[in-house]
């Protein structure tokens, strides 16, 4: 039983960038890249409260982030805006996506607002649709809305769907912030790597373009990297600072999490081809809830 709109508690997944190739910077500023965004079962969970006061509420605002500026009340103006939509809303978070870890967490928060509130709103965008009105608050929202792990290309929005291996993965984020604007700014970032297919990606593998300036400005990102080396290529996903291992199993991720340094934290997620939140929106679409 999926219980009342308001109980519902709707996930928005973290991911990883499997590799992040920058492949030129465009003459607006932006960057052209090729990375696998890799969806985890790990999440943040939403619960929206529907009403008809026209009024974005969010009830667990982040401290010393305005509410105008948090990317899920954005994200319900945009759709409001979009949509011609007057209804209003009161958004709960549940935050357990480490904040700027290359993770994701903000651009998927601002994703499953948009997918949630389309189908609590009665908005009735399809998935593309929405996944254009989520380009507008960031890059990476696309593929959340989009709900499948995938291949990308152009700023991260031109989206192909890839089957990965479901590997279990233990991340690991040290005690800094790595500011993105900051990484693909610096003069020292790579930004020539010559374009691959997917094919050659899954075959070959691949890196991180920003990860050998990120470890020079932050070593504790370097530290992290080191220590999760001991068992197995770990690597560094988005901007940082968030590094992650792959293992075959639950219990071997477990296991290294177990003796995880105490300055740092951790968790273990599994990898997955469809989201947690489009697989909770089957569910409710299977029920009619």
Known sequence: MLGTK???RWPAPAKLNLCLHITGQRPDGYHNLQTL????????????EPNDSGDVVLLNPVADVPAEDNLIVRAARALQYATGNTQGVRIGVDKRIPMGGGLGGGS???ATTLVALNHLWGAGLSLPHLAEVGLQLGADVPVFVMGQTAWA???GEQLTPVAMEPKWYLVVTPNCHVSTAEIFSHKDLTRGTPNITVAAFLEQGGQNDCQELVVKLHPQVRQV???????GAAQMTGTGASVYCAFATAEAAQSVLCILPKQWQGFVAQAVNISPLHSLLQQIDDTGA
Do not use: R
Request: charged share 10%; net charge negative.
């Open 37 to 48: 965004f890799q969806l985890l079962n790990y999440a943040d969970y939403l619960t929206f």
């Open 153 to 155: 290309e152009g700023v």
């Open 225 to 231: 990297i080191d220590w999760l080396n001991q068992f």
């Open 108 to 110: 998927s928060n601002a």
């Open 6 to 8: 308001a109980a519902v």
